[in-house]
């Protein structure tokens, strides 16, 4: 997803202004220089960078904590619309097959860099955690239904979860009663 359509599917989501979420953003990224620079440019049109009620929105939903010094800081429930991408590569890490059994043989198949695997997987999810989520469950519906797994970068590369998410997609009906499940389908 690019930018501007995850900037505006996350204002969606968590209901609050434009100027309230790129607000709390610039906050949580600790990029005072940009956080002043918008409330310079906000206060140009004579208008505060927030209101007080726009605090208050956001005190009362968890996304500002106000400190002692009455500085702000961003509260977890806007953290969480973001990824950490050491947590999220490990998770995918941890739930990826590490071995796949070729002619009686177990072969390793996340022979790779986890540094290199930590960067490829953030740019694929551009900090998007729902699709994070979805990746998780898609390796996780592969193997419960034995599908054959790849090495980890050409997995990433081809984006097969994509191809999983399909097929994952195509056996839910009904309120989410499988009608069919593959085994050992390849990718």
């Known amino acids: 997803m690019d930018g501007i359509k995850k900037l505006l599917n996350n204002i969606e989501t968590v209901g609050i202004t434009p ?41 009362k939903r968890g996304f500002l904590i106000k400190q002692q010094n009455n500085t702000y800081i ?24 590490s071995f796949i059994e070729i002619g009686g043989r177990n072969v390793s198949i996340k022979s790779y860099s986890i540094a290199k695997f930590r960067e490829q997987y953030e740019k694929i999810l551009d900090g998007d955690y729902k699709e994070h989520q979805r990746i998780l469950d898609d390796v996780i519906y592969a193997k419960e239904n034995e599908f054959q797994f790849s090495k980890i970068n050409t997995f990433l590369d081809s984006r097969q979860w ?26």
């Open 19 to 59: 100027t309230m979420y790129v607000f709390c953003y610039l906050l949580m990224k600790n990029n005072m220089s940009q956080l002043n620079s918008l409330k310079a440019t906000i206060k140009a049109h004579g208008r505060k960078p927030l209101t007080e009620k726009e605090i208050e929105a956001l005190l």
């Open 74 to 97: 961003c509260g977890k429930p806007f953290k969480s619309l973001f990824i950490d991408k050491y947590n999220a590569a490990e998770e995918f890490w941890n739930v990826y097959p």
């Open 162 to 187: 994509l191809v999983i998410r399909e097929k994952r997609n195509e056996d839910v009906v009904n309120d989410g009663i499988v009608d069919y499940k593959p085994k050992r389908k390849n990718f």
